[in-house]
């Protein structure tokens, strides 16, 4: 089954940068969508990047600008810069894979749509 293992995160302060890494094993499919999702207390997850296998990216409104979502298939990581960080990302990162399968557009930043997550890094920014 697939595994997912999260790092990069910690303490940064507002305007600076940070970049998550997710290293994945566990599965050998051609067609795939891996991302990263964040939640903080009392709320829903909240999909923010999401990269397919044929390296097409996705990003919600709360980070667009201002982060990058990339895939080493060599290394079999995904990584998730982030830049000019504000308080409001401060947050659980999660890891998320469906693999072996696509995600209909609509779906793609829906946490419904993941079958596969990461113990999560956590991210401050102060």
Known sequence: ???LVESGGGSVEAGGSLRLSCAVSGYTYS???????????GKEREGIA??????????ANSVLGRSTIS???????VYLQ?????????????CVAAAG????????LSAKAYDAWGQGTQVTVS
């Open 31 to 41: 067609r795939y969508c891996m991302g990263w999702f964040r939640q903080t207390a």
């Open 71 to 77: 895939q080493d298939f060599l290394e079999n990581v």
């Open 101 to 108: 399968r696509e995600i209909p557009a609509a779906q793609i």
């Open 82 to 94: 982030m830049n000019n960080l504000k308080p409001s990302d401060t947050a659980m990162y999660y």
């Open 1 to 3: 089954h697939v595994q």
């Open 50 to 59: 999401v990269i397919d296998s044929d390296d097409i990216a996705t990003y």
